[in-house]
Structure formats: C-alpha cells, structure tokens
C-alpha cells in the first residue's frame, strides 16, 4: 500500500487518500493563499494562531467522535487535521 495507512477499531484510515469536502478544499486553498501573500512574519504568526484554534477544534471534534464510535466523522476530523497540519508546517518554513 502507498501512503500511511492507520487502523483504529477496525477501521482503516489512508491517510493520503483524496479529500473531496469543497468546504476544506477552498479553506486550505485560502490559508495557503493567505501565507503566500503575508507581508511579514506578524501576518504569518497570525495564520498561525488560527491553525492552531482549528486543530484544536477539529481534534476536540474528532475525540467527541470516536467517543460515539461515529468512525467517518472521526476519519473525516484526522483528514482535517492532517491538511491543518501541513499548512501550518508551511507557515513555519516561512517563518
């Protein structure tokens, strides 16, 4: 299999599977706009802030969840959190 691929209570989690929410997809596609036209480092560390609000919402979201044992919705929280993660990964190279 290519990619990394998790199971948690029998269900499999590809991680690098294609995400097709539109909402998530525009959103990352704001963010990343958002970090390339940041004038300085206080713009940048702004976007980042709110990378971390949303990780912090989404992996309270995601833990709600699991808790219900509602797996899609807790895979669609870990996708989430994966493209937060990476553009906040992209902040801080530009930092």
């Given at each position: 299999m290519d990619g990394f691929v998790s199971w948690v209570k029998g269900v499999v989690v590809d991680e690098e599977q294609t995400v097709s929410d539109p909402e998530l997809l525009t959103e990352i596609m704001e963010i990343r706009e958002s970090v390339e036209e940041a004038p300085d480092s206080q713009a940048l560390n702004q976007i980042q802030s709110r990378m971390k609000e949303k990780l912090e919402e989404t992996s309270g979201s995601f833990a709600?969840?699991?808790r219900r044992r509602n797996f899609d919705e807790a895979v669609t929280c870990m996708q989430?959190?994966?493209?937060?993660?990476?553009?906040?990964?992209?902040?801080?190279?530009?930092?």
């Open positions: 709600d969840a699991f989430r959190m994966t493209y937060y993660q990476r553009a906040s990964e992209e902040i801080l190279k530009k930092l």
